[in-house]
């Protein structure tokens, strides 16, 4: 799946000039099939079982995008 097919939730899309430049990571997808994907610095809080990732964002990136959810 090519990020274009995902509607981003967090972020303006301008590359504010953090780390990730125009990538603007950390941030927060949607599908087409309505699931979540997370974009973050990798975690190795643990180990996830295979075929599993960790990342970790910010409180404030999951915030908005709860707000862009409206949940």
């Known amino acids: 799946m ?3 097919e995902l509607t981003r939730l967090t ?27 997370v974009q973050g610095d990798v975690s190795k809080a643990f180990q996830p079982p295979e075929g599993e990732g960790l990342v970790e964002i910010p409180e404030g990136v999951l915030r908005e995008a709860v707000r862009a959810l409206g949940w």
């Not at 899309?13 to 125009?22: A, E, F, L, S, V």
């Open 11 to 37: 972020g303006n899309g301008n590359g504010n000039g953090g780390p990730c430049g125009k990538d603007d990571c950390p941030n927060v997808y949607r599908t087409a099939s309505g699931s979540i994907v």
């Open 2 to 4: 090519a990020r274009e």
